[in-house]
C-alpha cells in the first residue's frame, strides 16, 4: 500500500488504513476542522498539523516574551546652553552617574540639547526632550535651561546645577526640602560677586574704573549682578562700567570699548556662554592688556588672570550622582539642593607676568592654587 510522509505523520488512504486511536481523533475533530469528511486521512493532516504549527508559533514567541521581560534603558536628557569646551564637565557629570552604577552607552542613555548660546531656543529643546520619554532631564550651568524644563514638565524628574540660590528664582520651595519634581546643585558663582570685585581691587589698588561684562540674555542673573557689583563699588572707590555680550563678535566689542574707555580692569560675569568662550575671553583680555578675575578656575587654566569660585567639576559630579540616585527610585523631594562650600582662589603667574603685573606676597599666600 501507498504510503505519505508529512512531518514525521504516517498518513493513510482509507479510514480503514487508520488505527483505533487515530478514527476516535479524527471523528472527534471532524466538525471542527476537516472539509473533507469523506478523506478521514485530510481530516488526521489537518488537526495534526495545526497542533504543530501551534508549537512551532510558541516556540517562536519565546525569545519576544523573554525581550519584553527586560527591563527598559533609562534615558536622561541633557539641557544645556552651549556644547564648546563642555567636555570637562560632562566627564564629571558621567563619573557621578558611574558612582551609582549607571554608564553611558551600556546602562543609560543621554539625549543631548544645547541651544547653540540660543537661549530661546529652550522651550522648543525642553519639549522636545519630553517627546522622546526621558526618565530625568539634567540641566546645566544656567537658570534658564532648568526654568525651561520646569515650565514644561512637573512630573518627570529635574536635576539642575546653577549659580545662585534656587529658591530665589523659584526652582525649589526650599533648600532642605524642594518639594515637587526639581532638585540639584547650588555652586554660589553669583552670590559671590563682591568678593571678586574686592579681589580685583586688591590685585589692582590704585584702579579707579572697572568694567563688568554681563549676558543680557540671562536677565535675572545679570540684573543680580549689576546690583551686586554697584553695591559693593562705592565702598571700594571704584566706577563700574557695565558691557553687554551674547556672542562672540560682542566679546571682541566689549574689550575693544574696555580699552578705548581706558579700564583698569574687567570683571567677568556669572554665565554659561561665557565659559564656552573662556579661552576667547583669556586671549582678548591679554592682548588689550586689561587684567581680569574671572568665576571658576577653568579661566585661569585657559590663561585668565586671577579667579575665585567654587570646583564646578565637582557639582557635575554631584549632579550626576543625584541623576543616578533618582533612575534607581529616589523622588527629587527628598534630595536637599546641594550648596558647594568649598571656594579656590587661583592666580595665574605667567599672565600676570605678561601683563606687567605684581601679585603681593599677601594675596599668593592666600591662592589655592597658582599657575606658574
Not at 112 to 130: F, G, K, S, V
Request: hydrophobic share 40%; glycine share 8%; proline share 5%.
Amino acid at each position: 500500500m501507498r504510503r505519505r510522509e508529512f512531518i514525521g505523520l504516517r498518513l493513510r488512504e482509507s479510514e480503514s488504513d487508520l488505527t483505533l486511536s487515530e478514527k476516535r481523533f479524527c471523528r472527534q475533530r471532524r466538525n471542527m476542522w476537516c472539509f473533507d469528511s469523506a478523506s478521514p486521512w485530510t481530516c488526521l493532516l489537518s488537526a495534526r498539523r495545526r497542533e504543530f504549527i501551534a508549537l512551532l508559533g510558541g516556540a517562536a514567541a519565546w525569545p519576544c516574551a523573554a525581550h519584553a521581560q527586560q527591563p527598559a534603558i533609562p534615558v536622561v536628557g541633557f539641557l544645556g546652553v552651549s556644547s564648546v569646551g563642555t567636555q570637562p564637565y560632562l566627564a564629571a557629570f558621567r563619573q557621578g552617574l558611574s558612582e551609582t552604577g549607571y554608564v553611558e552607552g551600556q546602562n543609560v542613555v543621554i539625549e543631548y540639547r544645547w541651544t547653540e548660546d540660543q537661549y530661546n531656543r529652550l522651550p522648543d529643546l525642553a519639549d522636545d526632550l519630553i517627546r522622546h520619554h526621558v526618565n530625568v532631564i539634567a540641566t546645566l550651568f544656567t537658570f534658564p535651561a532648568a526654568l525651561a524644563a520646569k515650565a514644561t514638565t512637573s512630573t518627570i524628574p529635574i536635576v539642575f546645577s546653577v549659580g545662585d540660590d534656587p529658591v530665589k528664582h523659584g526652582l525649589v520651595s526650599s533648600l532642605s526640602r524642594p518639594g515637587g519634581n526639581a532638585t540639584g546643585i547650588n555652586f554660589f558663582s553669583s552670590e559671590v560677586t563682591a568678593k571678586r570685585l574686592g579681589l580685583l581691587r586688591e590685585l589692582l589698588p590704585k584702579a579707579t574704573r572697572i568694567g563688568v561684562l554681563v549676558n543680557p540674555t540671562n536677565v535675572e542673573i545679570t540684573e543680580g549682578t549689576v546690583k551686586d557689583v554697584n553695591a559693593a563699588a562705592d565702598p571700594l572707590g571704584v566706577e563700574i562700567e557695565v558691557l553687554n555680550a551674547s556672542n562672540g563678535n560682542e566679546i571682541d566689542d566689549a574689550f575693544t570699548t574696555l580699552e578705548s574707555h581706558r579700564a583698569d580692569g574687567v570683571l567677568i560675569g556669572a554665565n554659561a556662554f561665557f565659559v564656552s568662550r573662556r579661552v576667547q575671553i583669556a586671549i582678548l583680555a591679554a592682548r588689550h592688556m586689561i587684567p581680569a578675575i574671572y568665576t571658576i578656575s577653568d579661566y585661569a587654566e585657559a590663561g585668565g588672570l586671577i579667579s575665585y569660585g567654587t570646583d564646578i567639576a565637582d557639582s557635575l559630579r554631584q549632579q550626576g550622582v543625584y541623576v543616578g540616585r533618582i533612575l534607581k527610585g529616589t523622588k527629587p523631594a527628598d534630595l536637599p539642593v546641594v550648596q558647594s562650600t568649598k571656594f579656590k582662589l587661583v592666580i595665574n603667574l605667567r599672565t600676570a607676568k605678561a601683563l606687567g603685573l605684581e601679585i603681593s606676597p599677601t594675596l599668593l599666600s592666600r591662592a589655592d592654587e597658582v599657575i606658574e
